[in-house]
Nanobody, 124 residues
Framework: QVQLVESGGGLVQAGGSLRLSCAAS????????MGWFRQAPGKEREFVGG????????YYADSVKGRFTISRDNAEKTVTLQMNGLKPEDTAVYYC?????????????????WGQGTQVTVSS
């Protein structure tokens, strides 16, 4: 059983940065791959990126490669999404999710636990 809570969202101008955090409670998260997803109004939920349980491998959607970075601290049970060079199209509710898969799948159905989401708004 894992409970996830995202934080760090807010309003930022294009070109700015935000750091999102996902705090886990319950069992240790080292056996879970962690993913970040986002959903903008009127659009489908989109895979942003993921990180393996050990933190050794990361995956990113093409739209955020080179701008976003995922990291994790299993001892502190936190996962971080560092977002740089933000664009208006990054505006969405961002969700943290945990999957028992070895890798970090891009398909949401692989994730068992989800946070409540945090709003990121990027103005032009």
């Amino acid at each position: 059983q894992v409970q996830l809570v995202e934080s760090g969202g807010g309003l930022v101008q294009a070109g700015g940065s935000l750091r999102l955090s996902c705090a886990a409670s319950g069992r240790a998260i080292g056996t879970y791959a962690m993913g970040w997803f986002r959903q903008a109004p009127g659009k489908e939920r989109e895979f942003v990126g993921g990180i393996s349980g050990s933190g050794g491998t990361t995956y990113y959607a093409d739209s955020v490669k080179g701008r976003f970075t995922i990291s994790r601290d299993n001892a502190e049970k936190t996962v971080t999404l560092q977002m740089n060079g933000l664009k208006p199209e990054d505006t969405a509710v961002y969700y943290c999710a945990a999957s028992p898969a070895t890798t970090a799948p891009s398909v949401g159905s692989w994730y068992r636990h989800w946070g409540q989401g945090t709003q990121v708004t990027v103005s032009s």
